[in-house]
């Protein structure tokens, strides 16, 4: 039952996470240049300042007792089902604005949909880890070594 509760607490924060990404990535598809590429970058920013947010109500969920491994196991399901409902998202945004995209790229470039697959998949994956991790380490508080002495 517990389980089941976590689950659908993950979810939430998943849902946060990739809404909080596709923002941008919408502004960017409607946009008319190429040069707003920068609001990929700023979906990512989002994406990792939320799972940081959502690390920290997971911790305080447990009553600040989460090991590390805990914290880091819950910012994976986020990050994992985060990316699986932004590669949803992408591609139906992708495939809505498909006549409009790259009306001013590049003539030698051709590859934007080879661009946002990765920056969801690849670059959201590597930043999120980053920020699980490093927010598991900072929220994480009373840390003992083997031998149960705490950590200064």
Request: glycine residues 6%; contains cysteine.
């Amino acid at each position: 039952m517990e389980e089941k509760f976590f689950f659908s607490y993950y979810y939430r924060y998943s849902v946060l996470c990739a809404v909080a990404y596709c923002i941008p990535v919408l502004f960017f598809l409607k946009s008319d240049r190429f040069t707003d590429l920068w609001l990929l970058y700023l979906g990512n920013i989002s994406f990792g300042i939320l799972l940081l947010i959502s690390g920290i109500f997971v911790n305080n969920k447990l009553h600040d007792t989460a090991s590390l491994k805990a914290m880091m196991t819950a910012g994976i399901k986020v990050i994992v089902s985060s990316i699986i409902i932004m590669c949803v998202i992408v591609a139906i945004l992708a495939l809505i604005f498909r006549d409009s995209i790259l009306k001013q790229a590049p003539v030698n470039y051709n590859g934007l949909y080879y661009t946002l697959p990765v920056d969801v998949i690849i670059v959201n994956f590597l930043l999120g880890t980053l920020c699980v991790s490093i927010g598991a380490f900072s929220i994480k508080t009373n840390q003992r070594n083997e031998k149960g002495e705490e950590i200064t």
